[in-house]
Structure formats: C-alpha cells, structure tokens
C-alpha cells in the first residue's frame, strides 16, 4: 500500500528512524514532522528527512493518510485531543508506546475506530534522533494491537505500514501485549537497572571495572533514558509488579536450591534454560542496536 | 618475561585461545596441551596450536616454565595431584577457574607456594575450541587471588604472563574474589537462566519471537554450557545465594514502590542506575564476546 503523506509526532530515536526508513522505502511518500521543539525540528530538515515540519499539530496532520505518535506515551492525549478535529475522515492514526492498554484506553475515545495501537519491538539504550537508523525495524518484531472496535481498514493501513518498513508483525490484544512485554521488556530493564544499583551499591567503586561481557550485556539497557522508563514502569506497574514478584519468588528458590547443594536439580534447570534460549530466533545484534 | 615452555592443560574456549594468545605475543614460546581427548588433542595439532599434545599429565608439564590449568574447577584437584611430583622445582602453576576460594583451598596443599590462581573475566556463551579466538584475553580483566603464603616469584610470572595476552590485572584476595564475582558475573548469569526460564514457563511458546534486543542481551549468558555453570554455582554457593536474595529483595522493593506509583522515587532510580552505568568503563562488545 503506498502513502501519500505520513506525520510523525515526535523525531528521536523511533520518530527519526521511521522517517529514515520511509525515505528508504517509500521515496515518494510525503512526511510531516512535529515536535514542541524548533531545535529538533531543525535538526530534521538538516538530515532532509522531512517535507514539512511544524509546531503546531493541525499543520502536521494536514493531508495526512497517517499520523504516528512518537512521542513519551504521557504525551499522546493532549496531542490527539489537539489534532483530532484537523483529521481527514480517512486519516489512520497510531503510535508506538510501549504499553498499549493505557494508550488504547486513552486514545480510542477521542480518535474512535482509525486508531490502532503498535509496538515497534526495537530500540536502544541512547535516545534522540542522533541514535535513530534507516534499518531500526528491519527483521525486529512489531506488535499490533487492534480491539474488537477497530476499522480493519485501519487495521491493514498499520499493518502495511510496519511491513513496508521491514517489521515483522504480530497481531495481539492490548492486555495480551502488556502481560507479555512486561516480561520480555520491561521486566529485562528493570533487571538491568536494578543489577547496576546491587554492584553500585554494595561493592567497591572500581568492582565493575572487573566485569565481564555478562554484566556489560545484562546492563546495556540501563544506560536507557530514565524519563522514558520511569514512564514505562508507571503506565504498566500492574504487570510489571507482577512480573517482578515472580521472578524474586524464582531467585529465591534457586538461593534455597544452591544452598541444599541440590547439584542435578541446579544442572536440569540450566539445561532447560539453555535448550530454550537457543530454540529462540533471537535478532542478531547486527539487526537491532 | 619471555616464556619458554607453556603447559595449557584443557584446550576449550580458555585454553584454546590462551594458545593462540601465545603463539600471536610469544610466538618463540613452546606450546604443550593436556587433554583426556585424543580428538580435542588432533584438533590442536590440526590448528598449530601445540608443539607437543599428550593425555599423559606428567608428560604434559615436563619442561614447563609455567601450567595453566582451564579445565572445569571440579577436575583440577585430580590432575594437579597427578602432575604435581612431576613438576621442575621453579615451576609455576596457575588455574583459569570462576570460582577460587574452593580451587585455592584444593590446590595449595598439593602444589604449593608455587600456586596461584587466577580468572580471565572473559568468554562466550559459546565453548570449546572452535569458539576460540587470539584476542579473548585483549582488553579483558583478569583477576588475580595471590594469599599470604603465596610465592612473590610466582606471583610475578602470572601476572607477566596475563599482561603479554592482554589482559588488565587486578590482585584481590580468593574470598574478595568469590564475594566480587558473585555479584558481576555469576549473578547475572543466574539472571539470564532464570529470565529465559520464567517467561519460557509463563508465556505462550511463541512470545521469545516478539522480544526485541534486551531480552536477546539480558539472555545471552543463558547459552553457555550448562555443566561449566553448574559446577560454578555451586562451587560458590554461599555468595551466589546471598546475591540471589540481594537481588530477589531488590526486585520486591522496586515491585513495591510501583504498586504505590512513586513516580519520583522511580525516576530517581533509574537515573542514578544510568548514571553509574553510564561512568562505566566496560569491555565494548567488540573486544570481548
């Protein structure tokens, strides 16, 4: 399906890696650019990757057949409730968020049946538009979240959309991607932050100079923006909460199983693990940062 | 210090690529390896690796200025009394193990002030010599557990040879060591175990397939060989049981203050995490694996 003209809200790392990605893709699509931020939109119009760019939310959506919010997930509602009148009757909207039940629950009552929720599964600890790159979303998987009230239409329109840029989709309710991310997201940051505070604060200054490639890779996402996370965290605390729980829960009974010297019990776990995570079509880490 | 003869006993992932070390900065150095394979031995032959391969343990040291010791922690007591009576009064020996309280207390008594442990902070998720690479050791901490009865000369030679494979030396105590490790590298492997086995048991068998790049990072070590690791986590039980209720406690506050939604007390986390992960000097992915 080609696009006419898409805007995006918000160029950092998703924002500008879309806008990348659909010169790369789509070299006749138009593309607006907004952001509260003249500096950043600057910086767009530098890297040639917008048509038009504005502060104000009723020029960005002008002609739009798709608009893609891009920005902090707390943001969304104040910008739909500002842009909504200026939307064609056609007009698809969406965003990328990384929790969807607030977002969809925040967002269907102002923009109706042509909104529909996704999740671009990819990213990088740095932020901002100088971290964004045309291949971000190629091979990475991206979650759609449509309710039983979603226009297909705008269904295959988001669908497309995430294709042509190299996503690879799945379909899912909003609770269902909430549940699910918050384990294989959320949860891995929060285990990222929370091991560089136990290092940080319970051993000398120079310990993690003695680290391996182990801790480098299990911290990497705590080098994330903070803001953003903090967000993040809030916005899914039920699930999130949940999931942390249950894996203190399995921490602890894995201290008790050492501690009996349980050695076969400890072996059948690792193995179990082991043969799990490499049955797993992982990116590579050349496919996403 | 230029090395004469060098006896690597174990050529997986360590050993192999401590001789390929070798043979790169001492390439005058004599090479001898110990294996109970007569496989693994042909495929070191095979590679150039070794002037001179034998099952024989005394055979093995025979000559040796220096023996390093890569195989699992769990077999080096037998060896080190097999090889022991044949040693050069001026031989030193060290060991590649994760663990070294345990290898200190088994080794000494047999091996003497001549012994000093050691640990290369480096590997893969693979093992074996075919994951084996020249630069392993380049840029890598390695740390070195020396004790009171330690032989200053011996001490000196391991420390010279770590240096001319590249490593960063740094001296602590077996027990400094053990508490250290626990918490940057046996931690978060038990992390990585634990994470893939939770959401492989919580979640529809699909799920691995929508996660995005912190799961594959958070998850990498899972991979590794998990016999290698089963032997480490219980070998040093006592502090891998304390870091697991460390951090299993740490996950239950941070699980609490979301429940409560203390937006700032979150925010301030994850930024003080950031900001010490941030200040970290750690290997990059390219220079270890």
């Known amino acids: 399906m080609p696009f006419g003209q898409v805007a995006i809200f918000g160029p950092g790392l998703i924002g500008g ?4 990605a659909l010169r790369s893709h789509s070299p006749k699509a138009r593309i607006s650019v907004w952001s509260r931020s003249e500096r950043d939109l600057r910086e767009v119009s530098t890297r040639g990757l917008a048509d038009n760019v504005s502060t104000d939310t009723a020029e960005a959506v002008r002609g739009a057949d798709l608009v893609v919010l891009c920005t902090p997930v707390q943001a969304m509602k104040d910008l739909a409730i500002s842009f909504a009148p ?3 009757n056609t007009t698809v909207v969406t965003d990328t ?3 969807k039940v607030c977002v969809v629950d925040q967002l269907i009552p102002i923009l109706g049946r042509k909104f ?4 671009p599964m ?3 600890e740095r932020s901002g538009i100088g971290a964004a790159r045309e291949k971000l979303f190629s091979g990475a998987p991206c979650l759609i979240t449509p309710t039983v009230e979603t226009d297909p239409e705008a269904l295959r329109t988001v669908s497309s959309f995430w294709t042509l840029l190299g996503s690879r989709i799945t379909t899912l309710s909003p609770q269902g991607h909430d549940h699910l991310v918050a384990r294989v997201s959320h949860l891995p940051h929060a285990l990222a932050f929370t091991l560089v505070d136990l290092v940080a604060s319970s051993l000398p200054a120079d310990s993690a100079l003695m680290a391996g490639g182990s801790f480098r890779d299990a911290t990497r996402v705590a080098a994330s923006d903070p803001s953003l996370w903090a967000g993040i965290l809030i916005e899914n605390r039920d699930e999130v909460s949940k999931a942390l729980r249950e894996m203190s829960g399995r921490l602890l009974s894995l201290a008790s199983t050492l501690e009996q010297e349980k050695a076969d019990s400890i072996l059948d776990f690792l193995t179990k693990a082991k043969e799990h995570r490499d049955s797993l079509p ?3 880490p050349d496919e996403t940062i």
């Open 116 to 119: 529909v929720g996704s999740h």
């Open 282 to 284: 992982l990116p590579s």
């Open 122 to 124: 990819t990213g990088s």
């Open 86 to 88: 200026h939307l064609d």
């Open 97 to 99: 968020g990384s929790v």
């Open 17 to 20: 890696s879309i806008a990348m």
